[in-house]
């Protein structure tokens, strides 16, 4: 009988560590109130990284992905990025940075997964550039924004939601 209660006791532990709530740190879980809470900040963000990174941008139509199969648990995600931006790689990510920055989000350069990984209240944002033969000057600067929690829709919301352009 003790080793049910323990494996009980253990299996509710285990989901109240992984399940998001409204009260997390990363912010609420709710696909409506995060896709508004993102569109915002990728419409403020983008023409400030356009205007300080340069090169011709596209893309940025954010679209939600349910992961893992019909499991109700939704991805955010707007990608895009620009080409031939000026300057050497280490120039453009200390200029994507410096805007990541200032828009309040938290600065990782993992170097393996991505140039820069940055992160607020829940929205994530992943740098990855892609360098000419040279190694200087940067061919490509892909930037994605994107939920960093699972969310979920109840009402079917982001399964209904369809594509929204972000980029003007």
Avoid: H
Avoid at 40 to 52: G, I, M, N, S, Y
Avoid at 92 to 107: F, P, S, T, W, Y
């Amino acid at each position: 009988m003790t080793r049910i209660l323990l494996a009980v006791l253990f299996a509710a532990l285990a989901t109240a560590c992984t399940s998001g709530t409204s009260t997390d740190p990363g912010g609420e879980t709710d696909a409506e109130a995060f896709k508004t809470r993102m569109d915002a900040f990728v419409r403020e963000t983008l023409p400030k990284l356009q205007a300080e990174v340069g090169g011709e941008w596209g893309g940025y139509t954010a679209r939600f992905f349910e992961k893992g199969g019909n499991t109700g648990q939704w991805e955010y995600t707007a990608g895009g990025g620009t080409s031939r931006p000026p300057g050497t790689g280490e120039e453009v990510l200390d200029k994507v940075e410096a805007v990541l920055r200032e828009q309040g989000m938290e600065i990782t350069r993992p170097g393996v997964t991505s140039d820069i990984a940055a992160r607020k209240d829940g929205i994530m944002v992943v740098v990855l550039r892609a360098l000419e033969s040279d190694v200087e000057s940067v061919s490509a600067l892909k930037v994605e924004f994107r939920s960093e929690n699972r969310l979920s829709s109840s009402d079917d919301f982001a399964e209904d939601a369809g594509d929204t352009p972000l980029l003007k």
